[in-house]
């Protein structure tokens, strides 16, 4: 909790700062892993982050490197609720909610 809330102070002390004008989630880059209707979205957010490192991106190109990756399109479509997969949710979540993270839950 300590780590996340540290993160969420760093991006706000970097928006304020505008030097962070938009928050790109890893999962949001990954989520071709996830099936042919991942790779849209995933293929944006590529293309917003070598932007933003100045790179002018191909989606083609963005599009055959993530296709090649092993995991491409393997995992399930919908992740799984944390209530199914963190085994002391009942006590993990009070936790996230007290501390101001509890919109990352998926329940």
Do not use: C
């Amino acid at each position: 909790v300590e780590d996340a809330r540290e993160g969420a102070e760093t991006l706000e002390l970097l928006q304020k700062e505008g030097l962070a004008d938009e928050v790109i989630y890893s999962e949001d880059l990954m989520r071709f892993e996830r099936g042919s209707d991942g790779f849209p979205k995933s293929i944006r957010n590529w293309m917003k982050v070598l932007s933003k490192w100045g790179l002018q991106p191909s989606p083609a190109i963005i599009g055959d490197v993530l296709a090649k990756e092993p995991l491409a399109g393997q995992l399930p479509q919908q992740e799984r609720p944390h209530s199914e997969v963190i085994e002391n949710f009942a006590e993990v979540a009070p936790v996230l909610i007290d501390n101001g993270l509890g919109s990352y839950l998926r329940t």
